[in-house]
């Protein structure tokens, strides 16, 4: 998956892919079918390609590690890469609709783990439609972050079962989650950002993370500042609307 | 049996699948968009002009066509399958028509759409097991509390389909139905290129699937597309059939042979004597399949014609297409969600 290689579109002078040659549409229709590889079960997700710093050959067995973090949408990574830091020892992956987007990612996190030995071996990318196929990545209960920072926003009413936080899709994320998990959403739309917060809000299954225990963890600033539309968004002052929910076991 | 209908329900898309609880309270039905829907009928009398109740959205599969609808025999799950390969568990809740929120597991393994679902079960495992069918040709068997596949039938093979019937180099025979006969374990299973049904036996402590016998029937190109076991006289039932068949008198073929020899005393595979009925063997004889068939001569060349459209039906409407990259542009610029925008 991650592979080395001569690239001409790798800038000379700092290492990283540059931007402009991953330009791509704005936006995707998560509901076309695109032909990407998706694996047939958990089982079948080969760490070694992604990770292989943790994992030195193919052969998984003699580890038990698993990712626990997933961006949702990730676009061109900030997330992964601040988070990558944070939390060395957790492998994460980013989850990204567009192929160009997601080349782009990969070629990011190899530069940086060239720039940087040791370093950002626990993060990287996937092509695929994150709204068929979490089950074929994510364990009943393996992940302990999700994140949905500035997802397409989908205005018109008929396209709302596009967006990416929906009642049913938050049955699977409960799925992927572990009880105590945490989905982190955040948008500058504020009609979305109200829908996810309802959502999220109105599901037996999630319970909105109190004030104080937002300000203690440390991620939550990260949500506006990390990545490449955030970044947009402050910069034009824009205001941005946030929801961050922990998997609870359902009342019986 | 007299059945009548006592209430009608409306869905804006096609319907593509329906399971009724096993209390009798609920019905279930998913659309063409994944949705899976449930109506209470609890409440609803029959001796009543109804009150026209509104079916809720329940659980979806994303975009995706739901193949196949079952609960489990203690009540507790409904299963769902699709065309993307996946069988969903989800707890049956208390309140479904609050929604279906706790999936208890994905079962994964199969490599093609599943087509469809069945449970095994005995009075010494009361909660069964979960079978499957697949356009990958193979019936698997699955716990459903885990998720885990707990055996691989490769039916195509095994049954020795392959050299006789392939014609495509790469095209799987589907599985079409699965039937499990009650009080035993045994599941037959109708499979695309056959005429006649195979026969699997399950064994429910070892866990593991096997071909118990291949009924072939003779005379005519049968090939199931349907399947139902009759509970107390030991007889399967089978139907062929398509609509909106090209180019014959008749626009739709339904065909119904009979097995018989189910019953609970010889249901040792090794010693178990299946016997295909004759058309006035079966109960009801000619007048029964003249009012299901809608005549009893059914010509050979319909049957055929019969066959390839049922192929064809099924691999059109769950199988994905693989385009080149041009016809895939191609595509997306004359789509119609594109075309009305302009
Ligand atoms: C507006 S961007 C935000 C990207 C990033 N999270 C950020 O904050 O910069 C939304 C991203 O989600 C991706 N996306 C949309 N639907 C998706 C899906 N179903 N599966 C995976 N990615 C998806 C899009 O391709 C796009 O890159």
């Given amino acids: ?252 | 049996m007299k059945f009548s209908n006592f209430s009608n329900r409306s869905s804006e898309k096609r319907v593509t699948a329906v399971a009724l609880s096993n209390d009798g309270l609920h019905v279930c039905f998913a659309d063409k968009f994944g949705v899976v829907w449930v109506v209470d009928l609890d409440s609803v009398d029959s001796n009543q002009a109804l009150v026209n109740k509104k079916a809720a959205q329940m659980l979806a599969h994303y975009c995706s066509i739901i193949t196949s609808l079952e609960f489990s025999p203690d009540g507790r799950f409904i299963v769902s399958a699709d065309r993307d390969f996946k069988i969903r568990v989800t707890v049956f809740p208390k309140k479904p028509l609050d929604g279906a929120h706790e999936i208890q597991s994905f079962c994964l393994g199969h490599t093609e759409f599943v087509s469809c679902l069945a449970f095994v079960s005995t009075s010494e495992y009361p909660q069964g097991f979960l079978v499957s069918g697949s356009g990958d040709s193979t019936v698997r068997l699955w716990n459903i509390s885990s998720g885990s596949l707990l055996d691989t039938c490769e039916v195509e093979m095994k049954a020795g389909l392959l050299e006789s019937n392939r014609r495509g180099e790469d095209c799987n025979s589907a599985i079409t139905d699965l039937c499990t006969i009650p009080d035993c374990t045994m599941i037959a299973v109708a499979i695309q290129s056959l005429q006649g049904i195979v026969l699997l036996s399950c064994d429910l402590s070892a866990r593991t699937l096997s071909i118990a016998k291949v009924v072939s029937i003779m005379g005519e190109t049968f090939i199931p597309t349907s399947s139902r076991a009759s509970f107390s006289a030991g007889l399967l039932w089978m139907v062929s059939g398509v609509s909106n068949l090209r180019g014959f008198d008749h626009h739709s073929l339904a065909r119904v042979r009979v097995i018989s020899g189910f019953n609970k005393s010889n249901l040792d595979p090794q010693e178990f004597e299946p016997i295909v009925l004759e058309d006035n063997e079966i109960p009801g004889g000619y007048k029964l399949l003249e009012k299901l068939q809608g005549s009893v001569v059914v010509e050979e060349k319909v049957f055929l014609a019969a066959a390839e459209a049922v192929k064809t039906a099924m691999s059109n409407l769950l199988v994905k297409k693989q385009y080149s990259v041009e016809k895939r542009e191609f595509r997306k610029r004359t789509r119609n969600d594109r075309k009305t925008k302009q």
Wanted: with cysteine; charged share 25%.
């Fill in chain 1, 1 to 252: 998956m991650l592979e080395t290689k001569a690239n001409p579109n790798i800038s000379k002078s700092t290492g990283l892919p540059r931007k402009r040659f991953y330009r791509a549409r704005a936006h995707s229709n998560p509901l076309s079918d695109s032909h990407f590889p998706v694996p047939i079960s958990p089982s079948h997700v080969d760490y070694s390609l992604h990770y292989p710093h943790f994992f030195p050959s193919s052969d998984q067995s003699d580890s038990s590690k698993k990712i626990q973090f997933a961006d949702i949408g990730c676009g061109f990574g900030g997330l992964l890469i601040s988070l990558s830091t944070l939390f060395p020892e957790t492998l994460m992956i980013g989850m990204e609709l567009r192929d160009k987007v997601t080349e782009y990612v990969k070629e990011r996190i190899l530069a940086l783990r060239v720039a940087n030995p040791g370093q950002n071996q626990n993060i990287s990318v996937t092509r695929t439609n994150s709204m068929k196929y979490i089950p074929n990545y994510f364990e009943k209960g393996q992940l302990s972050k999700m994140f949905f920072l500035f997802p397409d926003p989908h205005f018109k009413e008929k396209n709302h079962r596009r967006r990416v936080i929906s009642t049913h899709l938050l049955d699977e994320y409960a799925y992927a989650l572990g009880v105590g998990g945490i989905i982190y959403t955040i948008t500058d739309v504020e009609e979305l950002g109200e829908w996810m917060k309802a959502c999220l809000e109105s599901h037996p299954m999630f319970e909105a993370l109190t004030e104080k225990e937002l300000e203690a963890d440390p991620v939550v600033e990260l949500l506006s500042s990390a990545t490449e539309e955030g970044q947009k968004v402050a910069r034009n002052g824009g205001q941005t609307f946030r929801a961050v929910y922990r998997r609870v076991t359902p009342p019986l």
